[in-house]
């Protein structure tokens, strides 16, 4: 079936430090991909999201590429701040109609000042 | 920005008790979630429904029940609450079969405890 790996956290990193948070899937066919943040207290938002393979998802200073050889969609910011810290979803669905997404079991990311 | 909201935010509530935690939309959308996520942030899918009048439960196994008599409303109760039970609950919505990626919106969740 359908799975999403992502790495184990937390992370911990200073201000201005590289992000990278792993993700993996294990799907048929052409899946898409999330990237989903949940600030504390708060439920999830989407972050980022790419629909096919080589697609490059950003937003806010974030990225992920859909890479389809090495079924991984891997999360990077080049500067992290302090705001940044949160919990990191990564999710895939399927594309069949009518299917949830399928979450891994997130990453937590603390970053200091 | 998504439209989704929950109610209440948080709820302490006594063992033995029924409660329901709101959910409403104003998107449109067909899809609704409910997910349990458990201390260790980890999301489970608990009830779905794919429009009014269709529900189904989800991955994991739940003592409690949902109904969508309204496109943008999908409650969830638990009959007898119990410790159990304490959880955050995240609703969430997204568009219907039309749009293939099923990007979900979610609300702000429900913190439930139960004494």
């Known amino acids: 079936g359908n799975s999403v790996t992502q790495m184990e956290g937390p992370v911990t990193l200073s201000e201005e430090a590289f992000l990278t948070i792993n993700c993996t899937y294990t799907?048929?066919?052409?899946?898409?991909l999330f990237w989903y943040v949940q600030y504390p207290g708060e439920g999830l938002q989407l972050l980022l999201k790419?629909?096919?393979?080589?697609d490059k998802g950003s937003n806010k200073g974030f990225e992920a590429t859909y890479r389809k050889e090495t079924t991984s969609f891997h999360l990077e910011k080049g500067s992290v701040q302090v705001s940044d810290s949160a919990v990191y979803f990564c999710?895939?669905?399927?594309?069949?109609?009518?299917?949830?997404?399928?979450f891994g079991k997130g990453t937590t990311l603390s970053v200091s000042s | 920005e998504a439209d989704i909201y929950q109610t209440p935010r948080y709820l302490v509530i006594g063992t033995g008790k029924k409660i329901t935690l709101e959910c409403s939309q104003t998107?449109?959308?067909?899809?609704m979630y409910w997910y349990q996520q458990d201390p260790g942030m980890e999301l489970h899918l608990i009830h779905y429904?794919?429009?009014?009048?269709?529900?189904e439960k989800g991955d994991l196994s739940s003592e409690s029940t949902v109904s969508r008599i309204r496109t943008e409303h999908f409650p969830l109760t638990l009959e007898s609450a119990r410790p159990s039970h304490t959880s955050q609950y995240l609703c969430?919505?997204?568009?219907?079969?039309?749009?293939?990626?099923?990007?979900?919106?979610f609300g702000p969740g429900t913190r439930l405890t139960v004494l």
């Open positions: 799907a048929t066919g052409y899946p898409s």
């Open positions: 790419a629909t096919k393979a080589d």
């Open positions: 999710a895939l669905s399927s594309n069949q109609a009518g299917t949830a997404l399928i």
């Open positions: 429904s794919y429009g009014v009048n269709s529900t």
């Open positions: 969430a919505s997204s568009v219907g079969a039309t749009r293939s990626y099923n990007e979900q919106f």
């Open positions: 998107m449109g959308h067909d899809k």
